[in-house]
Each structure stands twice: as C-alpha cells, then as structure tokens.
C-alpha cells in the first residue's frame, strides 16, 4: 500500500521526536544483573562488545557519593564483564551504576541481612522453551520484590545456544538488574561436554562451583549439581563430601534455623513416565539424618509438595514457564507422600521472619495457592 504523504509526515514527525527524545540508558547486550550477593560483597556483570574500561559505582539511594567505586580494565572480558564490589554493608540497600563508553545503566542491591532479621525470596525453575510464560512468571515474581532468587535448573533449551541465552536474560532482566539470581545446572544446560561452558561464564557463583552454598539470614542453601560434578544423577565424592560437611556444619550453627537444599533433577517424581532421580535417593536421606530441612527440586514440569516416607519435606518447582507435564496427583507413593501436585506455571514465595519460615506457591494470578511452615526445633541425631 502506498505511503500516503499525512502518513508520511507523521513518519518524519515522529522521527524528529525520537532524534530529540534521551540517549537510551544502556545497550548492553545482557544486564547488567546481580550475583553473588552475601552480606558484605556483590558482583555486577553484564555482557557487552565493547573493548573500553568500565566502571561501576555504587551509592546509597538518593545520595550522590559513591560509596565504593571499581573499575574495570579494558582487557579481554568482552563480551561477559564483571565487577566485585566489597566492603558493603550487612542489610543494606544501594543502588549501583555501570558506565562503559556511552553505555549507562542502573540497578539496585540489596545485602544479605544478618541472622534473626526478616526477608522473602522467590524460588522458580524450568522457564525454557516459552519465554512469554517466564515473562508471566518473572512479572509475577517482581510484584512479590524478594531478596533473591533460586533457580531450580533448566534455564534455556540448549545451553550451547547463544540465541538462548539472550531471550533468557531479556526475558529476566527485570529480576536479574536488582536481585541475584542462584540457579543450579539442568540437563537443558548440560546436554553436551561443553554445553556448560555459558552456564558457567554467565554466572558467578559461591565457590565458582556448579555446587555451592550461602547463608541469607537464618537460612543456609545448598546448591546440588546432579548434571556436571556428577555421574548418573550421583554427585561426585567430592561434592557428596562437601554436602555432607555443609548440612553438619549448619546443623551446629546457632545463627542457621533451617538448611534448604535444591537441584534439578530430584529424588521423587509424580510424572506417570518418569521414576525420580533415583541416583539421588540415598544421598538425600542421608543429610536429611544430618539436618537437612526442605528440598526443592525441578525437571517435572509441575508444582508439587510433599514428604519422603522418612520425614523430608520437598517440593518440586519446575513450574516457571515451560510447557507443563502430567502428574499422577496427590496420593501416597510409598518412598514418598504428595500432598499438593498440580500442572500449573507458579513460582515459590519464601518467606522467613528471622526464625520461622513459610512457603507459599504462587499462580500466574498472584494467587498463594498452597502455604506450608518449615518444622521448627526438629531433633537430630548427632554423630
Ligand atoms: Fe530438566
């Protein structure tokens, strides 16, 4: 159809305008986007071609000096740069700002509080495959503004593909420029010898491990990688090593009410084609014995809640956009009972009070529609 000259008028109008209208804030090809927040430090990152230095600034909100300041040189990095920030303090909030050339962009950090003080996070997996259902997802998770985010796995169809990638964290950025984001490697991210690689340069992890732990408050996460640092869904014996050190530890932690542990491809599953991660089974009841409190898990795509036979609780969140799997419903399994399995997109509220934890799911209506307390006080048998 023709361009008519009143179309082609306003054509030239709004092209004026825009010629007018302020330098975007940033072109950066992803983020920046939070990591590794704890109580003291936090990394920035974020993914630019450019060759220039960096620098990121941090500062309380409203005010105008810079509170810590790092730069980083034009080296190689290109295109996935990040910048530690240390010396920041226990529950406080700051904004930060990165500057690259002609490229500006803001976000926000909040620390980890100290023990005994309140907080929320959002615990989701399985976005891949439908970014719009993530993007439902993520709008949701925003309105919720917890702390932090975990990630239960399965991020991007394949993680070899770059496209992915980038439809991930423009998909997330909302979530990713304010709060970190800790996930642990799918099988999505790990179908191939060096699949891995993008999974580990686009996240700057505890211990620059696939397995890691960090403390928010009363809790103490722990990160299982059943996909890379293992074999058949089996950690290795260094991480099985590790885990079991790290429930012992928080188990004697006065600081530490509650250990949560999660990974991909969990224990039980509730999908009428698939058996659990059976290579898991034992570890898991073994740090149970040792103080482990909850359990989460993703690879079913689904929301579920229930208990091992020997009293851990779990949950399965792999409901955070992909395309939803059937389960066999609530019921009695034998190894384990499902108090609440739904195929439904939702994400997990948690949210502690400094002592007590709850856990909510949440629809894509905003809708907590299943609430459990963590127990409390629970006895361990100490070896
Ligand atoms: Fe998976």
Same mark, same amino acid.
């Given at each position: 159809? /023709?361009?008519?000259?009143?179309?082609?008028?306003?054509?030239?109008?709004?092209?004026?305008?825009?010629?007018?209208?302020?330098?975007?804030?940033?072109?950066?090809?992803?983020?920046?986007?939070?990591?590794?927040?704890?109580?003291?430090?936090?990394?920035?990152?974020?993914?630019?071609?450019?060759?220039?230095?960096?620098?990121?600034?941090?500062?309380?909100?409203?005010? @105008?000096?810079?509170?810590?300041?790092?730069?980083?040189?034009?080296?190689?990095?290109?295109?996935?740069?990040?910048?530690?920030?240390?010396?920041?303090?226990?529950?406080?909030?700051?904004?930060?700002?990165?500057?690259?050339?002609?490229?500006?962009?803001?976000?926000?950090?909040?620390?980890? /509080?100290?023990?005994?003080?309140p907080f929320s996070a959002a615990?989701?997996?399985?976005?891949?495959?439908? /970014?719009?259902?993530?993007?439902?997802?993520?709008?949701?998770?925003?309105?919720?503004?917890?702390?932090?985010?975990?990630?239960?796995?399965?991020?991007?169809?394949?993680?070899?593909?770059?496209?992915?990638?980038?439809?991930?964290?423009?998909?997330?950025?909302?979530?990713?420029?304010?709060?970190?984001?800790?996930?642990?490697?799918? @099988?999505?991210?790990?179908?191939?010898?060096?699949?891995?690689?993008?999974?580990?340069?686009?996240?700057?992890?505890?211990?620059?491990?696939?397995?890691? +732990?960090?403390?928010?408050?009363?809790?103490?996460?722990?990160?299982?990688?059943?996909?890379?640092?293992?074999?058949? +869904?089996?950690?290795?014996?260094?991480?099985?090593?590790?885990?079991?050190?790290?429930?012992?530890?928080?188990?004697?932690d006065p600081a530490i009410t509650?250990?949560?542990?999660?990974?991909?491809?969990?224990?039980?599953?509730?999908?009428?084609? *698939?058996?659990? @991660?059976?290579?898991?089974?034992?570890?898991?009841?073994?740090?149970?014995?040792?103080?482990?409190?909850?359990?989460?898990? +993703?690879?079913?795509?689904?929301?579920?809640?229930?208990?091992?036979?020997?009293?851990?609780?779990?949950?399965?969140?792999?409901?955070?956009?992909?395309?939803?799997?059937?389960? *066999?419903?609530?019921?009695?399994?034998?190894?384990?009972?499902?108090?609440?399995?739904?195929?439904?997109?939702?994400?997990?509220?948690?949210?502690?009070? +400094?002592?007590?934890?709850?856990?909510?799911?949440? @629809?894509?209506?905003?809708?907590?529609?299943?609430?459990?307390?963590?127990?409390?006080?629970?006895?361990?048998?100490?070896?």
């Open positions: 159809m /023709p361009r008519t000259p009143y179309n082609l008028l306003t054509a030239l109008a709004l092209a004026a305008l825009t010629a007018l209208a302020p330098h975007p804030a940033a072109a950066f090809d992803k983020g920046p986007y939070v990591q590794n927040v704890d109580t003291r430090q936090a990394t920035i990152m974020w993914s630019s071609a450019s060759s220039e230095s960096a620098k990121v600034t941090v500062r309380k909100p409203g005010k @105008n000096k810079d509170i810590a300041r790092v730069i980083v040189p034009s080296t190689n990095c290109a295109p996935i740069w990040e910048a530690t920030v240390n010396g920041l303090q226990t529950g406080e909030h700051y904004v930060y700002t990165v500057e690259q050339g002609a490229d500006r962009a803001e976000g926000e950090l909040q620390m980890a /509080p100290r023990a005994g003080k615990i989701y997996g399985d976005n891949r495959s439908d /970014p719009r259902a993530h993007a439902a997802i993520v709008d949701r998770v925003v309105q919720d503004d917890p702390d932090f985010m975990v990630h239960t796995g399965d991020l991007v169809v394949a993680g070899s593909l770059e496209a992915d990638w980038q439809s991930f964290f423009q998909v997330a950025q909302p979530l990713l420029r304010n709060r970190p984001l800790f996930p642990v490697a799918g @099988n999505h991210e790990q179908a191939g010898d060096d699949e891995i690689e993008r999974f580990r340069q686009y996240f700057h992890l505890p211990n620059g491990e696939f397995y890691f +732990g960090f403390t928010w408050g009363n809790l103490r996460f722990l990160a299982i990688d059943v996909n890379v640092r293992a074999d058949a +869904g089996m950690p290795d014996a260094a991480q099985t090593a590790w885990l079991v050190d790290q429930v012992r530890r928080a188990e004697r509650h250990t949560i542990a999660f990974l991909h491809q969990g224990p039980f599953s509730s999908n009428p084609v *698939r058996t659990g @991660n059976l290579g898991v089974r034992d570890l898991v009841h073994r740090l149970y014995d040792l103080g482990l409190d909850l359990l989460v898990s +993703g690879h079913d795509h689904y929301y579920e809640r229930g208990r091992a036979a020997y009293g851990l609780n779990y949950m399965v969140v792999g409901s955070g956009g992909a395309p939803l799997y059937p389960t *066999r419903g609530p019921g009695d399994y034998g190894a384990y009972q499902a108090f609440q399995s739904i195929s439904q997109h939702a994400f997990v509220r948690l949210r502690s009070t +400094g002592r007590a934890v709850n856990l909510c799911a949440v @629809n894509l209506d905003g809708v907590a529609f299943d609430c459990f307390d963590l127990p409390q006080n629970r006895s361990v048998a100490r070896p």
